[in-house]
């Protein structure tokens, strides 16, 4: 069993739709919850991080926290075409020194 | 400029050989990382380095050798490539046990 597992769609939506992107994980020492966005042919940008359970949000992006029941979810809002990328979430224990990637989730959103 | 920077962007080599792939942050960061992303985007870790001293060394092929000539660098050297070799290699920098590490724009290694 992988440490995280991401549904890899790929996942097609229409201009301004809500995206829900999620994950899943089976070590309860994950502390740090982070959605990383990657472009073709780029490398992977942090988009938004939380410490421990909870909710943040930065614009049009909400990342949720439930580690009762391991589980996070990315929320897009009005979705743009420029939002089209793979999604990774990944996770790190507090003192740890590594990162925890799931597989990627493929996003188009159709003008 | 460039915060982590990785060369060559391409790589296309026979079976066999020996090739190296290099990487430089100028974040002042003191841990460094090699990544692999298959063909289905999956982002495995390989090397991470803190202060020039290894930390992770996971399940890689002894063929896998990196050095880190100093903090800011971390190089990659492949010996005798296989084909199962051929994916984007990511270095990546972050500090302490900060949330966030910074991606290079990877090197996509084709071995033939």
């Known amino acids: 069993q992988k440490e995280v597992e991401q549904d890899p769609g790929p996942l097609s939506v229409p201009e301004g739709a809500i995206v829900s992107l999620n994950c899943t994980y089976s070590n309860s020492a994950f502390q740090y919850f982070m959605w990383y966005r990657q472009y073709s042919r780029k490398g992977p940008e942090l988009l938004m991080y939380?410490?421990?359970?909870g909710n943040k949000e930065d614009g049009r992006f909400t990342a949720q926290v439930d580690k009762s029941s391991k589980y996070i979810s990315l929320f897009i809002r009005d979705s743009q075409p420029s939002d089209s990328a793979t999604y990774l979430c990944?996770?790190?224990?507090?003192?740890?020194?590594?990162?925890?990637f799931g597989t990627g989730t493929s996003l188009t959103v159709i003008p | 400029d460039t915060a982590v920077s990785q060369t060559p962007k391409y790589l296309v080599t026979q079976m066999g050989n020996d090739k190296s792939i290099k990487c430089e942050q100028n974040?002042?960061?003191?841990?460094m990382y090699w990544y692999k992303q298959d063909s289905k985007k999956f982002l495995k870790i390989m090397f991470s380095?803190?202060?020039?001293?290894?930390?992770i060394n996971e399940t890689v092929p002894n063929r896998f050798s990196p050095k880190s000539p100093d903090k800011a660098h971390l190089n990659l050297h492949i010996n005798s490539l296989e084909l199962g070799d051929s994916a984007v290699y990511f270095c990546a920098s972050r500090q302490g046990a900060a949330a966030e590490a910074f991606f290079g724009q990877g090197t996509r290694l084709t071995v033939v």
């Open positions: 990944a996770m790190s224990v507090n003192t740890g020194n590594q990162f925890y």
């Open positions: 974040l002042g960061h003191d841990t």
């Open positions: 939380t410490y421990s359970s």
């Open positions: 380095y803190n202060n020039k001293e290894l930390i």
